[in-house]
C-alpha cells in the first residue's frame, strides 16, 4: 500500500486566497483524521471522520476552516479566507477502527503551508 | 483532553537502550496507552500501545505500571536513525489522541 496521500507537499499563498489541502487514506480504513502542527501549539487535532461522516470538528479554529470527505478515498480541508497565522504543516491520518474504537493512526507526509 | 508528562529531552549512546518514561495519571481503565514518533518533518509514527499488560514489537517494548499512571518505552538497542521526537498519548474521552510536547530522542555515537 501506498500510505497515506497528501497533496500538494508545499503550498505558498497570499492572505485572502482559498487553501485547499486534499488527502487520500490508506484504502479499507474508515478512520481519517485532520492534524495541524506548528511550533508553539504543537500537534492539534482539527477534526476527524468515522465512515466518511464527521464525529468531532471542536479543533477546527473557526468557520474559515472546513473539511468534507465525499467518498472513502478522499478528503479535503479547506482554509477560506487564509491567513498568516494559518501557516503550519498539517497532517492528514487514517485507521482501522472498531465500532467507535479507532486502532493505530498511520500519519501522511504532511503539507506545509505558507501564507503571506 | 489527555494529559500526559514527558521529559523534554534525553540523550542516548547507540547500542545503549532508551528508556522514555511517561506520565499518565488521568487514564481511565479502558483508555489504551499509544506511543509514536516523528523524526524531523516527517509524519509521526506509530511505534505500539497498551492497555495493562507489558507489550513489545519489532520496535519496542512497553512497560505500563500496575496502577497504569505511567509508562516507560524501551528502545533495546538505539541507533542514530532513532533520533526523533516520541509521544506518548492516550485516548482520552473516546478517541482522540491529544499530543503533548514529547521528548526529544538524541541518539549519539
Known amino acids: 500500500d501506498a500510505g497515506v496521500i497528501q497533496s500538494p507537499r508545499h503550498e505558498v499563498t497570499e492572505m485572502g486566497q482559498e487553501v485547499t489541502l486534499r488527502c487520500k487514506p490508506i484504502?479499507?480504513?474508515?478512520?481519517l483524521f485532520w492534524y495541524r502542527q506548528t511550533m508553539m501549539r504543537g500537534l492539534e487535532l482539527l477534526i476527524y471522520?468515522?465512515?466518511?461522516?464527521?464525529?468531532?470538528d471542536s479543533g477546527m479554529p473557526e468557520d474559515r476552516f472546513s473539511a468534507k470527505m465525499p467518498n472513502a478515498s478522499f478528503s479535503t480541508l479547506k482554509i477560506q479566507p487564509s491567513e498568516p497565522r494559518d501557516s503550519a504543516v498539517y497532517f492528514c491520518a487514517s485507521s482501522l477502527g472498531k465500532g467507535r474504537y479507532p486502532y493505530e493512526q498511520y500519519f501522511g507526509p504532511g503539507t506545509r503551508l505558507t501564507v503571506t | 483532553d489527555a494529559k500526559t508528562t514527558q521529559p523534554p529531552s534525553m540523550d542516548c549512546a547507540e547500542g545503549r537502550a532508551a528508556n522514555l518514561p511517561c506520565n499518565h495519571s488521568?487514564?481511565?481503565?479502558?483508555?489504551?496507552v499509544y506511543w509514536y514518533r516523528q523524526i524531523h518533518s516527517q509524519g509521526p509514527q506509530y511505534i505500539i500501545h497498551?492497555?495493562?499488560n507489558n507489550e513489545t514489537n519489532e520496535m519496542a517494548s512497553l512497560i505500563i505500571t500496575e496502577d497504569r499512571k505511567s509508562s516507560t518505552l524501551i528502545l533495546p538497542h538505539a541507533t542514530l536513525r532513532d533520533t526523533a521526537v516520541y509521544y506518548c498519548?492516550?485516548?482520552?474521552?473516546?478517541?482522540?489522541?491529544?499530543f503533548g510536547t514529547g521528548t526529544q530522542l538524541k541518539v549519539e555515537l
Open positions: 488521568t487514564i481511565s481503565g479502558n483508555e489504551y
Open positions: 471522520f468515522n465512515n466518511n461522516v464527521p464525529i468531532d
Open positions: 498519548t492516550f485516548t482520552g474521552g473516546g478517541n482522540k489522541l491529544t
Open positions: 484504502s479499507g480504513h474508515d478512520y
Open positions: 497498551g492497555l495493562k
